[in-house]
């Protein structure tokens, strides 16, 4: 009951509160199209160039949101260009670009003034009761983009995500979507840090997405309860991070595992069931 109580007196646990329940969102709907196109390691390569970009942020003083930002998305873009022009294989580029990110944002993480190992650590496992007003505010809109975004084009994006020839065939603008939505994973990315953590952050985008699929195979449904599930795992993850002080993201890792190994196992339960009717039968 504190959490709840508290939550109306400290204006960083509302901040928190708010930002796991936008993140949940976010990620529910791009974690989707992510699992949907099988592009999981994509995901992972964005999430770790990025910290190239903070990297030198912080060793030129400026917002490391931003730098971290126009890191992603240039990586997502390069990445989408390679493959698409065949210049390089898909997993060579995200491979290449995730270990230099890394690199270069220790590099310059290392050299930035008054830099202490408390910087590194709140980057790459997250610290969401850090959440200013601003941030947010930011994360309230981009993740009503993306509600309003996969509410018209959802259908798309499904057959981009899922075949990209066929998509094509139909005369969808597969190449300059690609490229949009790209773009759209990495500033995703790149909002959802701060909670999650470079490290962490691409459980938020899988596991709710993977849970949902146990449950269903049609996309819009896949995105609404993928969308449910990242929104609850994110919201008792702090819950359970504050009663009992431990890492938030670490909470929101566990309770997510913890649904999607409870799904699995109520679906074969529920396959198990019809089998033995039909055997009595």
Not at 209 to 217: R, S
Request: overall charge positive.
């Amino acid at each position: 009951m504190d959490f709840f109580i508290d939550i109306l007196q400290y204006e960083y646990l509302r901040n928190a509160l708010l930002a796991a329940i936008f993140a949940g969102i976010m990620c529910g709907i791009v974690g989707t199209y992510i699992v949907a196109r099988r592009m999981v390691f994509l995901c992972g390569g964005i999430t770790h160039s990025s910290f190239g970009g903070l990297g030198i942020a912080l060793y030129a003083g400026i917002n490391p949101t931003l730098g971290a930002l126009l890191f992603a998305v240039a990586s997502a873009l390069g990445i989408e260009w390679a493959s698409e022009k065949g210049k390089i294989r898909e997993d060579s580029a995200i491979g290449i670009i995730w270990s230099v990110g890394m690199a270069v944002g220790a590099l310059f993480m290392s050299l930035a003034p008054g830099y202490t190992s408390g910087d590194l650590a709140s980057y790459m496992f997250g610290s969401i009761v850090t959440v200013t007003t601003s941030e947010v505010f930011t994360l309230g809109v981009f993740t009503l983009l993306c509600i309003v975004g996969i509410t018209l084009w959802w259908r798309p994006v499904m057959q981009i995500a899922f075949d990209r020839n066929y998509a094509k065939s139909q005369g969808i603008a597969t190449t300059a979507i690609s490229y949009i939505l790209s773009a759209v994973v990495a500033v995703t990315i790149v909002l959802a840090i701060k909670i999650m953590g470079i490290v962490l952050l691409l459980s938020l985008f899988t596991i709710p997405a993977v849970t949902a699929n146990i449950i269903t195979k049609s996309y819009p449904k896949i995105t609404i309860f993928a969308t449910i599930f990242a929104i609850f795992g994110s919201v008792a993850g702090l819950f359970c991070s504050y009663t009992w002080e431990i890492q938030p993201g670490t909470c929101i890792i566990f309770i997510l595992s913890a649904m999607l190994i409870a799904t699995k196992i109520l679906s074969l339960q529920n396959i198990k069931t019809p089998q033995r009717n039909e055997n009595n039968s």
